[in-house]
DNA sequence: GCGATACTCCTGACACTGTTCGGAAAACTG
DNA sequence: CAGTTTTCCGAACAGTGTCAGGAGTATCGC
């Protein structure tokens, strides 16, 4: 329902009529509405971690920043309700339970893991990656969604960014 | 109201009880609860608009870029839920009029005279610009807000950015 | 197999939201 | 002063998330 509607359309008592309940007893289940996004928020965090995971980084940079970029980006352009609801604020009254929050800082510290482990060790590259790739998925699915006008970005901004970071030109 | 608790927590009977109306006499002023958020809308995208033009270009790209750089994520950092209701999709019932729309296109067509004014006229370029910029202000808001971290990115972002699209490395 | 306990679900209701209708004052206009 | 327009409100509607209390049902210990 989420993923067709949108996050913030969702309805307990929608959701309670596709399963044949009243709205009341999905309290049964959920402590609340946000409880729902809670368990959203989680899933989506644990997908991410685990493609994080299951993706054999390169030992040069280059290929693995890339490999890293398009991961994230496709992540977030496949389902644009998930990223919104994991990494944008657009269920505002909406804050992960410490539970839920612990995946996303482990997420955030596999990320920060295997940029380390291609020589990207200062905060402010880590920073400044994290803003480069989150602009670009934001960007794609704001002004393009569906497309890939951004996506095709991908190389070229890793490009850029490994020239400024490592030097050279090559790879 | 919006600026102190947020987008998503304006309430009509709220706002109507701040200025001594029933809520209902709102409709007066304002045919629907998106209607004042497009009013929000409009004026913010006028007052960007202002700032662009007041600014006065560098001839150096690298200069410029730096200044439209700070200027836009200022604008962001100082009013978040400015910049909610501007750039991002924290109310997704929300969609602007074609007025309000036409303002936020000036806007942009603005900026992206301003670009290609130091040099930078193709397409991809301007979006990876666009991207860039709108990935440190969302960074900046949602890790740090009221803080500087990725505000002190910027000159870094932009000397990344103009090696790549210009070469070179100095200024 | 039986009694106690835990779980599941529903009825009813509360406080809140944005919004529409119809009418009453008030302000402005000729 | 008469007529028209603007401003405002009372009543009400449909919708939301949520709580309290009570049935019915499954499960567990003996």
Same mark, same amino acid.
């Given at each position: +329902?989420?993923?067709? /509607?949108?996050?913030?359309?969702?309805?307990?008592? %929608?959701?309670?009529?596709?399963? *044949? +309940?009243?709205?009341?007893?999905? $309290?049964? $289940?959920?402590?609340?509405? /946000? %409880?729902? $996004? =809670?368990?959203?928020?989680?899933?989506? /965090?644990?997908? #991410? #971690?685990?493609?994080?995971?299951?993706? !054999?980084?390169?030992?040069?940079?280059?290929? @693995?920043?890339?490999?890293?970029?398009?991961?994230?980006?496709?992540? @977030? %352009?496949? !389902?644009?309700?998930?990223?919104?609801?994991?990494?944008?604020?657009?269920?505002?009254?909406?804050?992960?339970?410490?539970?839920?929050?612990?995946?996303?800082?482990?997420?955030?510290?596999?990320?920060?893991?295997?940029? %380390?482990?291609?020589?990207?060790?200062? *905060?402010? =590259?880590?920073?400044?990656?994290?803003? #480069?790739?989150?602009?670009?998925?934001?960007?794609?699915?704001? /002004? *393009?969604?569906?497309? =890939?006008?951004?996506?095709?970005?991908? =190389?070229?901004?890793?490009? +850029?960014?490994?020239?400024?970071?490592?030097?050279?030109? !090559?790879?």
């Amino acid at each position: +329902m989420v993923r067709v /509607n949108g996050v913030n359309a969702l309805s307990l008592r %929608a959701l309670a009529r596709a399963v *044949d +309940m009243e709205p009341q007893s999905l $309290y049964t $289940y959920f402590a609340s509405k /946000n %409880a729902v $996004y =809670d368990q959203l928020f989680a899933d989506g /965090n644990r997908e #991410l #971690l685990a493609r994080f995971e299951r993706l !054999d980084v390169s030992d040069e940079p280059r290929p @693995a920043l890339r490999a890293i970029a398009h991961l994230f980006v496709s992540f @977030a %352009a496949e !389902d644009q309700a998930r990223y919104e609801l994991l990494f944008l604020r657009t269920i505002p009254e909406f804050e992960p339970s410490p539970e839920s929050y612990a995946i996303a800082v482990e997420v955030f510290s596999k990320g920060r893991a295997i940029l %380390a482990s291609v020589g990207l060790r200062r *905060d402010e =590259d880590f920073d400044l990656w994290t803003a #480069l790739v989150s602009g670009l998925s934001s960007q794609q699915l704001a /002004n *393009d969604p569906g497309g =890939d006008r951004y996506i095709k970005l991908i =190389d070229n901004s890793v490009a +850029m960014f490994s020239e400024h970071v490592f030097g050279g030109r !090559d790879s």
